[in-house]
T-cell receptor, first 110, second 115 residues
């Protein structure tokens, strides 16, 4: 059974902290892994990863994929209250399916 | 360029009723997917449409159905509503069929509450 598991389910940090969100997967014929940020309603795209070991970076956010160990991490440095959101990980497969994890709820306290 | 538009944004129904939700994709996007989001289950895939044809379907009962029109707009229908159908229903569009190279753009969702 294809599945995507995110951890932790939730975490609370203080502004300025660095956080690491985890996403592990077990799917048939992996194609890509996607990270989304969901603040209120519509998830917004952050990164797409297809190759192992190549870090994607956007400002204080970065992500990397390990296709051997079947996981990805999303790092956020110097967190701000605006980073508070649910972070979703999704995996696409060769069968053109897209599987989402349940998300990690991040709360950044001033 | 307008984003993905979903209507209505909020609605309240009672058990046994049926509901129709609408989604207008980004102009030029021909693939539309629907997801159900609940706190416990996260985002669950409902179905995907491309060129008015259902290409993929998730593990939901037959009460959940959808369709796509020639202008790529899509509707989903839930009949005989149950309390457990209360959720945020998200629509997402992309240029073409699901692939590793395409990225979904989500709408703001329709929040359904079943009483």
């Amino acid at each position: 059974e294809d599945k995507v598991v995110q951890s932790p389910l939730s975490l609370v940090v203080h502004e300025g902290d660095t956080v690491t969100l985890n996403c592990s997967y077990e799917v048939t014929n992996f194609r890509s892994l996607l990270w989304y940020k969901q603040e209120k309603k519509a998830p917004t795209f952050l990164f797409m990863l297809t190759s192992s070991g190549i870090e994607k970076k956007s400002g204080r956010l970065s992500s990397i994929l390990d296709k051997k160990e079947l996981f990805s991490i999303l790092n956020i440095t110097a967190t701000q209250t605006g980073d508070s959101a649910v972070y979703l990980c999704a995996v696409t497969t060769g069968a053109n399916n897209l599987f989402f994890g349940t998300g990690t709820r991040l709360t950044v306290i001033p | 360029k307008a984003g993905v538009t979903q209507t209505p944004r909020y609605l309240i129904k009672t058990r046994g009723q049926q509901v129709t939700l609408s989604c207008s994709p980004i102009s030029g996007h021909r693939s539309v997917s629907w997801y159900q989001q609940t706190p416990g289950q996260g985002l669950q895939f409902l179905f995907e449409y491309f060129s008015e044809t259902q290409r993929n379907k998730g593990n939901f009962p037959g009460r959940f159905s959808g369709r796509q029109f020639s202008n790529s707009r899509s509707e989903m229908n839930v009949s005989t509503l149950e309390l457990g159908d209360s959720a945020l229903y998200l629509c997402a569009s992309m240029v073409g069929p699901s692939s590793g190279a395409n990225v979904l753009t989500f709408g703001a969702g329709s929040r359904l509450t079943v009483l």
